[in-house]
């Protein structure tokens, strides 16, 4: 059975807890999203369920679409008791313009031809229908965490704009999200991932793309060792503190996450 904390649902058993820059990123997501009526969502990405249960909550019909075997099987126990939310691991034929919001935090990243994927995305929202996607902000920081999660790329804000423009959305909000708490958590993830890494290659063993992306949604190593820590009354201070902060800085590009809110045309 999961908890919900501060930060979200919790999954002790199964070792899942959400990470800082996730933590940061719903909060301004669920921000948004309270001034917006409640219908059918699809989640592309929707790894191991935890936006899922906030939105069945809030009274969203859910619908998840996550292709890895090993976060359907953490999601499948985060909704066990749910009535309004499904999981897929693959499209279907009846979602065509079925749903009311799109939405797919981290995914385009990840994916080789990110026009082809949002275009066919976009054919599963109505018309007039909301889109809200996230990726990891400014080309110029790749690092080996990047590699670690399987991305071809990172975003510039306008890059960002103009390939929804190009999609046939209409941007509404185009925001920075993260600094300065995910900035700095980042250094330490690029450390530890870059020490993961050479410890593959001193091993010789290789993975794909394709194979650090399917763990990327629920590998939560770095995140476990940290939670016990993370849920004490003085970081949950800090993170209140670390919301009010990305807030006023949403404008400026320092958040190292990109958030976009569009409409449909």
């Not at 999954?11 to 990123?25: G, M």
């Not at 921000?31 to 935890?50: C, I, Q």
């Not at 999981?87 to 031809?113: K, Q, T």
Request: net charge positive; glycine share 6%.
């Amino acid at each position: 059975m999961f908890k919900m904390s501060l930060y979200g649902p919790v999954l002790p058993t199964r070792n899942w807890v959400p990470a800082p820059r996730y933590i940061l990123r719903r909060k301004r997501i669920l921000r948004h999203l309270t001034g917006y009526t409640p219908g059918k969502v699809l989640e592309v990405g929707s790894g191991a369920g935890a936006l899922l249960v906030d939105l069945a909550q809030a009274n969203y019909v859910c619908t998840g679409y996550e292709i890895s075997q090993a976060a359907r099987e953490v999601a499948a126990e985060f909704i066990r008791d749910s009535h309004t939310i499904t999981l897929c691991s693959e499209a279907r034929s009846n979602w065509v313009a079925h749903f009311d919001y799109l939405m797919a935090f981290e995914v385009l990243e990840h994916i080789e031809d990110d026009y082809a994927a949002l275009s066919e995305w976009l054919n599963w929202l109505r018309p007039n229908g909301m889109a809200l996607f996230s990726v990891p902000a400014h080309k110029r920081r790749w690092t080996a965490s990047d590699v670690w999660v399987g991305h071809c790329r990172r975003y510039d804000k306008a890059d960002l704009v103009r390939l929804c423009e190009q999609s046939g959305l209409e941007v509404l909000v185009v925001e920075h999200y993260g600094f300065p708490i995910a900035n700095l958590v980042e250094i330490f993830r690029t450390r530890y991932h870059a020490r993961r890494l050479q410890a593959l290659e001193s091993q010789q063993i290789s993975m794909t793309r394709d194979e650090h992306n399917l763990q990327s949604g629920v590998e939560r190593t770095a995140e476990t060792k940290l939670y016990k820590y993370m849920d004490t009354p003085p970081i949950r201070m800090l993170f209140r503190v670390g919301f009010w902060l990305q807030h006023l800085t949403r404008n400026l590009p320092l958040g190292n996450g990109l958030l976009i809110i569009a409409r449909k045309k």
